[in-house]
């Protein structure tokens, strides 16, 4: 009886183009992931159509909640869940897994993330807040929904951060110890996330709303714990760009390589503490 092999990258390996401009090099990702998780793929895709929708929404309808437009919150979650959905579609295919477990962790990471964003959009269609939401049992259930989508992921992460330990995965050392490092930025995002869900509040000494930066909208008067989430969140991919960047040099050594991704992450993940401990405090990352 035939196996089916697992997808394997052979010409879109970032390591096996060094010649290739920037804008190629992320065609060659985009189709390494198309090719090994199409589900993320077509997902992230999707995702990216509705992020349109919801531009079109900002146009169109002018509620407001906490301040800012209904529809911007569903615009920025889906910028971010589609960049994750390619992120996660593409490094997966470094994990010497078999097809059935790559298949297993693509299309639950792609359903919840997709599902998340779905109940996201509702809450703003109708007006209402979608995090810290149990006015109503329908609106808590709603909320749980969306805990439990997450911690879904979350588990999904702490389980590629062990592959990642225990496997060798098919790349250079230096970006495989950048991808752990960009997993364990991620993993303190979500707790970052849990913490706010601690006190159903993103803004400390503030309440939620108010005064905030352009589309972002983060507290410029008091602390807000969504900018360290979003840059921990972000780390997946800030950290193994960085490794990418210099493996493509090829004339530093593997070992100077791993010395400088330690070196940046370690620098990535101090700023990071530094914005968390500051948000903690009830200080603004920027203040008006």
């Not at 169109?60 to 529809?71: F, P, Q, S």
């Not at 964003?117 to 807040?129: C, E, K, N, Y």
Request: hydrophobic share 50%; aromatic share 14%; glycine share 10%.
């Amino acid at each position: 009886m035939k196996h089916k092999k697992s997808f394997v990258p052979k010409s879109t390996d970032f390591l096996e183009n060094r010649a290739l401009p920037p804008k190629e090099l992320l065609g060659n990702v985009l189709s390494t992931a198309r090719a090994g998780s199409p589900i993320q793929y077509w997902m992230a895709l999707l995702i990216f159509v509705l992020g349109l929708a919801f531009i079109l929404g900002l146009f169109i309808d002018d509620r407001t909640l906490m301040g800012i437009n209904v529809w911007l919150k569903p615009l920025k979650f889906s910028i971010s869940i589609g960049i994750y959905l390619l992120t996660v579609g593409y490094f997966i295919t470094k994990y010497p897994y078999s097809e059935r477990k790559k298949n297993i962790i693509n299309h639950v990471v792609a359903w919840t993330l997709l599902v998340e964003l779905v109940i996201i959009a509702f809450q703003a269609f109708r007006g209402i807040s979608s995090h810290y939401n149990v006015e109503t049992e329908f609106d808590g259930m709603l909320f749980s929904l969306m805990g439990l989508l997450i911690g879904i992921n979350v588990l999904i992460m702490a389980l590629f951060i062990i592959d990642t330990i225990r496997l060798k995965l098919r790349t250079t050392k230096s970006v495989q110890w950048a991808i752990l490092l960009g997993w364990l930025m991620i993993f303190f995002g979500s707790w970052v996330g849990g913490q706010m869900i601690g006190q159903m509040a993103h803004s400390v000494g503030v309440a939620d709303g108010g005064t905030g930066l352009p589309l972002v909208n983060w507290s410029t008067i008091g602390g807000d714990l969504r900018v360290a989430h979003f840059f921990a969140l972000h780390g997946l991919q800030i950290i193994p760009i960085f490794a990418f960047g210099i493996s493509l040099k090829g004339t530093i050594p593997v070992r100077s390589q791993v010395l400088a991704v330690t070196c940046f992450g370690l620098l990535y993940a101090f700023w990071i503490g530094v914005i968390f401990y500051q948000a903690q405090r009830g200080i603004p990352w920027i203040a008006s």
